[in-house]
């Protein structure tokens, strides 16, 4: 039986292994959130993507769209080095 698994790139559910990248079951992030060759895209991307879904399925305006992606991004274990190497380059 399949267990499903939270994309860490944008949150979202993956309840079968054809919702992860490539198909493989193994890949922490989902088809949204990766290029055709089950690479993770940019950060950027994600992010325009995740505000599209959300200014299309639930009709919200873009700046409530932004916010709400940038508010589970954040929280994703894979943008926690991006966020890590922010905060050194801030330090310097």
Not at 23 to 36: E, L, M, Q, V
Request: with cysteine; proline share 3%.
């Amino acid at each position: 039986m399949f267990r499903a698994k939270r994309c860490e790139s944008c949150g979202s559910m993956m309840y079968s292994a054809a919702q992860h990248a490539m198909g493989n079951a193994k890949s922490p992030y989902c088809i949204h959130c990766t290029t055709p060759d089950g690479k993770l895209k940019r950060k950027k991307e994600v992010a325009a993507d995740l505000v599209k879904h959300f200014m299309k399925a639930e009709g919200l305006a873009r700046e409530d769209a932004e916010y709400r992606a940038r508010r589970i991004m954040v929280k994703q274990p894979a943008w926690k080095k991006v966020r890590e190497a922010v905060i050194k380059t801030r330090r310097k």
